[in-house]
């Protein structure tokens, strides 16, 4: 039996409110030749199919046209929940697609057994069974107390997501007891390597203490949340697949990966990593004007889709002249091969002020609550025990939001 792990795929993601919905597509075309040739019994997405909860129409049919080209190659498909998804909306069609071979369980579930599936080969014999267990949110796991601290509530919750993940498998071992038992979760395992922006988002609150030691002994554990591939605690049977395209600038120089695992004589082998071609490349340029007016002109690629830039002007001097300059030249820029997204000034021997402070930062749809937090914190908090306790309060809140 051989069975693909992948995750992340955010359909609907925009990058600067640049839609990279042509990226998402061209991956599932691939994806779909790749179960093809290779003749995938299995495929496993762990979590965050979509970027919202309310994906558009557009990410929508993205999703649609996959699952159609997926029934029609005789593929099962078992889907989970990731924290960017609605629950709802995943498992809104989930009976009917049941009866095609496509598992979706979009929330977890009030009886943890169900997210136990028996995962059958092309010719219909159980060669597997899997824990298919969704993003676990803190309501999932147990109920607030008054007068709680907040480590206090930190540990009770990595305590049931422990417990949940010895339950499912216990009740795998049980009930399929002839043939390996794999796992699907998705979280924040600590140690995991991060990109900026999985750090950004992602390593803070609850799941940060999660080690990846207290999971039980799956024979495979296929894991998503983090953008970049990955085994952990150097086990070859525990791995982040990572996301298939780049969506941030801080993932532009990842390798993107899927994962694909073998079961002969009721064990996990032959994993291997494939490569997904990239459509386009994300770059940043750094340097003078001068610099970079002449790197942008003579940039050139072979790529499928346009490349997306963040540009970086370093100067000495702060000169509004040249800061016209800029403006002028990116909002008249039509480049054959390149779109600039976001470009920003740095002066060397400048005091900041407060229009250039915000001119250096990111746009705020890139921003997660906590840098918006952090960097608040760091220009009013006095002390030291000021900072302990606001930051105290602020996760208690991002946590019952």
Known sequence: MKILHT??????????????????????????????????????????????AHPSVEAMQV???FLKGL???????VITGGNHDSAAVLNAPREILRLLDVHVIGGACDD??????????????????????????????????????????????RAGIQRRYEQVHAHGRKTYAS?????????????????????????????????????PAFDYLALGHIHRPQMLGKMEYVRYSGS?????????LDEKLIIQLEIKNQKVVDIQELKVPKFRQLRRFSGSFTEIEAAVTRYQHSDVLR?????????????????DLAKSYFLKLNHPYLSVLNWRFRFQQQLKTTDELFGETMALP???????????????????????????AFHELLHSL
């Open 63 to 65: 999703y649609y046209d």
């Open 307 to 323: 490349t997306l830039a963040e540009i970086e002007i370093l100067e000495e001097h702060r000169d509004p002249m040249l800061i």
């Open 112 to 157: 943890c057994c169900e997210e136990v599936l028996p995962l059958l080969d092309r010719r219909g014999n159980l060669q597997a069974a899997v824990a298919a267990v969704p993003f676990l949110r803190d309501r999932d796991l147990k109920r607030s107390v008054e007068g709680e601290s907040f480590e206090d509530r930190r540990m009770a919750v």
């Open 179 to 215: 043939v390996p038992v794999l796992g699907m979760g998705h979280l924040f395992v600590n140690g995991s390597a991060t990109s900026d922006n999985d750090e950004k988002l992602h390593s803070i609150g609850t799941l940060d203490l999660f080690e990846v030691n207290l999971f």
């Open 366 to 392: 890139e921003l997660a609550p906590t840098e918006v937090f952090e960097q608040w914190l760091q220009e009013n908090a006095e002390t030291e025990e000021s900072k302990a306790l606001l930051t105290e």
């Open 244 to 252: 298939p395209t780049a969506l941030s600038f801080s993932e532009r």
């Open 7 to 52: 995750a992340d795929w955010h359909l609907g993601k925009r990058l600067y409110q640049t839609d990279l919905l042509e990226d998402s597509r061209r991956f599932v075309e691939w994806l779909l030749a790749t179960i093809e040739e290779r003749q995938i019994d299995v495929l496993l997405v762990a979590g965050d199919i979509f970027d919202t």
């Open 71 to 77: 029934i029609a190659s005789k593929c099962r498909l």
